[in-house]
């Protein structure tokens, strides 16, 4: 994982592109896509599933946590395509962003 670029200085503040518009490419917006309809399918089940109470709002908080990194990974870390290798995940949707179980990354 890459830290932030530096870019310059600017009065004597270093300039990084931290926060700076990543454009994503089309196989990045199918895997952000996938990602989405994973962490979707996932808080509906926890709504279905865990009883209402501090623990079910901290689980919810955790998968949007989760969420918000692989969200980032894929937008700021991509490198290449990534393959699907467990045949389970073939056809599923969101195939391309199964993370470790359906994705060979390369950088693991």
């Known amino acids: 994982m890459r830290g932030p670029r530096i870019l310059g ?6 300039v990084t592109d931290t926060f700076a518009h990543v454009a994503v490419v ?7 896509q996938g990602l989405r309809d994973l962490f979707s399918g996932l808080e509906e089940e926890v709504l279905r599933l865990v009883p209402e109470g501090r623990r079910r709002s901290l ?17 700021k870390d991509w490198e290449r395509e990534p393959t699907p290798l467990d045949p389970l995940c073939q056809g599923m949707p969101g195939q391309a962003a199964m993370g470790h179980r359906g994705v060979d990354r390369g950088d693991r």
Do not use: Y
């Open 59 to 75: 689980a919810l908080t955790a998968l949007e946590q989760s969420g918000m990194w692989a969200m980032a990974a894929v937008s």
């Open 9 to 14: 200085r600017n009065g004597g503040l270093m």
């Open 26 to 32: 089309p196989g990045q917006l199918s895997a952000m």
